[in-house]
């Protein structure tokens, strides 16, 4: 079975930090994606990644930027944290884009104070 | 931009009985649409992929159809049970974003 970790499944953070959110998968998996995850508004894609330091913006990418060094891992960045940013991050995997499943981590609950 | 609409928040069904879970899409014609299903706390698990050219998909009790005219998928479970109560949601592929609904959560009463 394909595995995806995040690295926290809670941080507390306070605003005006540089945030670190790390995901590693599992299965060689050649894209990778961040999502926030807020009530009433589901899943959004902030940014994936379809090749090592290769990444597109998703739907809202600002005040965030990801690092792909490694095929297997997917860091996401908060430059500087906001509180309205505090949010559900899920991170994914895929063998390809559309035609194939996702596999997500867990999630990271994100509060900014 | 695309929009994703579930056909409600909530779904309260008896067990045995078949839930049937709506999924609206406009904008875009998407060449697949898949399925997730999500419990509290955890990240949503793949279910269900269909293709554009596909009218229906099947999985054990589960039950997928496609239509594109009408851009709707509407997702079925059969018999069902109170370990099907869940939030669905589907999701697809416009250009290079991938979008979700906002998931419809289904509770299965004993």
């Known amino acids: 079975d394909v595995k995806v970790t995040q690295s926290s499944r809670y941080l507390v953070k306070r605003t005006g930090e540089k945030v670190f959110l790390e995901c590693v998968q599992d299965m060689d998996h050649e894209n990778m994606f961040w999502y926030r995850q807020d009530p009433g508004l589901g899943l959004r894609l902030i940014y994936f990644s379809y090749d090592v330091k290769m990444k597109e913006k998703g739907d809202i990418p600002e005040g965030y930027s990801v690092s792909r060094e490694k095929k297997e891992r997917f860091s996401l960045i908060l430059e500087s944290a906001s509180t309205n940013q505090t949010s559900m991050y899920l991170c994914?995997?895929?063998?390809?884009?559309?035609?194939?499943?996702?596999?997500f981590g867990d999630g990271t609950r994100l509060s900014i104070l | 931009s695309q929009k994703i609409e579930q056909n409600s928040e909530a779904l309260n069904i008896q067990e045995g009985k078949t839930a049937t879970l709506t999924c609206n899409y406009t904008?875009?014609?998407?060449?697949?649409l898949q399925w997730y299903r999500q419990d509290p706390g955890r990240g949503p698990v793949f279910l269900l992929l269909i293709r554009e050219n596909e009218k229906e998909k099947r999985k054990e009790r589960l039950k997928v159809t496609f239509d594109t005219t009408l851009k709707q998928s509407l997702f079925h479970i059969t018999a069902s049970q109170p370990a099907d109560s869940a939030t669905y949601l589907c999701a697809l592929a416009a250009g290079n974003q991938f979008y979700f609904g906002t998931g419809t959560s289904l509770t299965v009463i004993p």
């Open positions: 904008n875009y014609s998407p060449a697949y």
């Open positions: 994914a995997s895929s063998l390809g884009y559309s035609n194939q499943p996702q596999h």
